[in-house]
C-alpha cells in the first residue's frame, strides 16, 4: 500500500472512533463550512444560484447514509421530494444525488427500490435528474440491482456510479452496457481491504481513465468526478483527439474544492457541475473528504487546537 492509501486507511480508522467525531463536530465547524454548503435546504440552494452565476452547475445532497430504521429512510425520502419539489421551480439544470443506504438499502432492497421509485415519479415529470451514489463494496452489487431494476421499469433520468479503485468494476461497467448507463466514475473513497481495491494510487488513476476511455469508446456519457489535474488533461486531451463532443461528457468536482479550476473549465465550454452537500449528517462525508486530502488535517487538527 503505498503513503497515499496507507493515509487515507489511517484517518478513516481515526475518523471512525466516536471520541474523534464527538470532537470534530464540536470544534471543527470552520472546516465543515468549507466543504459542506449548510444544513437547511435554503442555504443549499443560495450556494447553487452562486454556482450558476459563475457558469458551474450544482449536483444537490442531501446528506446520510445507512439508516437504522424504516421510519429513518422514509424521513429522508421526504426530504428528498422536498428537494426535487424546490427544483422544480428553478431555472438551472435539476440535479439530485442520493445514497442508497440513505433510503434503508441495508434494511431491505425492496424498502429501499420502493421508495427510490416513489422519488423518481415525482423527479422525473419535473426534469430533475437522480444520481445513485455508490457506497463501500458490499453495497456495490445491491445498488447495481436497484439501479438496473429502475431502467427496466421505463425511469430513465437516473444514473448510476462505479469507482475505479475496485477491481470488479470493468466487469461491471460492461455488464451496464445494455442499459446505456448516464455514468459517473470516481476513484473511490472508502476504506477498502486489498482483497477488493487497488492498493496502489497509480493503478487506481490508470484504471480511471481506461474506464473513462472504455465508457465513451461505447457511446456513453461520462461524469468524469476528479480533481487530479492530470486525469482531467488527459481526459481534455484525449476527447480532442478522438472526435468526443463536449456534449457527450462532463467533469464533476466537489463544493469547496478548486472552485477556480471550476470556473475554468466551465469558460472552456465543458460542462461543469459541483456536487453541493448540505444537511445535519455531514460527518461521514466530512470524514471522507480529510482522509482524500492531507491538507484538509492540518486545517481540521488548527480547527480542534485552536492554531
Known amino acids: 500500500m503505498n503513503l497515499d492509501l496507507a493515509y487515507r486507511s489511517f484517518v478513516l480508522g481515526v475518523a471512525g472512533n466516536p471520541r474523534v467525531e464527538r470532537l470534530i463536530k464540536d470544534r471543527a465547524k470552520g472546516l465543515v463550512r468549507r466543504y459542506v454548503a449548510g444544513e437547511t435546504l435554503e442555504e443549499a440552494l443560495q450556494a447553487a444560484e452562486a454556482l450558476e452565476r459563475e457558469g458551474v452547475h450544482a449536483i444537490l445532497d442531501l446528506l446520510g447514509e445507512g439508516v437504522k430504521t424504516e421510519e429513518e429512510a422514509r424521513a429522508f425520502q421526504r426530504g428528498i421530494l422536498e428537494l426535487v419539489w424546490a427544483l422544480a421551480e428553478r431555472p438551472w439544470p435539476k440535479y439530485v444525488s442520493l ?12 424498502l429501499a427500490l420502493s421508495l427510490l421509485r416513489e422519488v423518481l415519479r415525482e423527479a422525473e415529470p419535473r426534469g430533475v435528474f437522480v444520481r445513485l451514489d455508490m457506497e463501500d463494496s458490499p453495497r456495490v452489487e445491491a ?30 461497467l460492461l455488464d451496464l452496457l445494455p442499459y446505456r448507463p448516464n455514468l459517473r466514475l470516481v476513484k473511490g473513497a472508502y476504506r477498502e481491504p486489498k482483497e477488493v481495491a487497488f492498493p496502489d494510487k497509480r493503478l487506481i488513476d490508470a484504471e480511471y481513465l481506461h474506464l473513462g476511455k472504455l465508457a465513451l469508446r461505447e457511446g456513453l456519457y461520462v461524469a468524469f468526478a476528479t480533481h487530479d489535474p492530470r486525469i482531467i488533461a488527459e ?38 457541475r459541483a456536487y453541493v452537500p448540505y444537511g445535519t449528517h455531514w460527518y461521514p462525508y466530512l470524514a471522507r473528504r480529510i482522509a482524500e486530502r492531507p491538507e484538509n488535517l492540518f486545517l481540521v487538527l488548527r480547527s480542534l487546537f485552536g492554531g
Do not use: H, I, N, W
Not at 456534449?247 to 465550454?269: D, H, I, N, S, T
Open 99 to 110: 445514497k442508497p443506504t440513505q433510503l434503508g438499502l441495508d434494511l431491505s432492497e425492496a
Open 143 to 172: 445498488t447495481l440491482r436497484l439501479y438496473k431494476a429502475l431502467r427496466e421499469e421505463g425511469f430513465s433520468q437516473v444514473g448510476v456510479v462505479l469507482q475505479s479503485y475496485l477491481y470488479r468494476t470493468e466487469k461491471d
Open 235 to 272: 481526459v481534455k486531451r484525449y476527447t480532442q483527439a478522438m472526435g468526443v463532443p463536449k456534449e457527450r461528457f462532463e467533469f464533476q468536482l466537489l463544493y469547496g474544492v478548486r472552485p477556480e479550476e471550476q470556473r475554468r473549465l466551465a469558460r472552456e465550454g465543458y460542462t461543469v
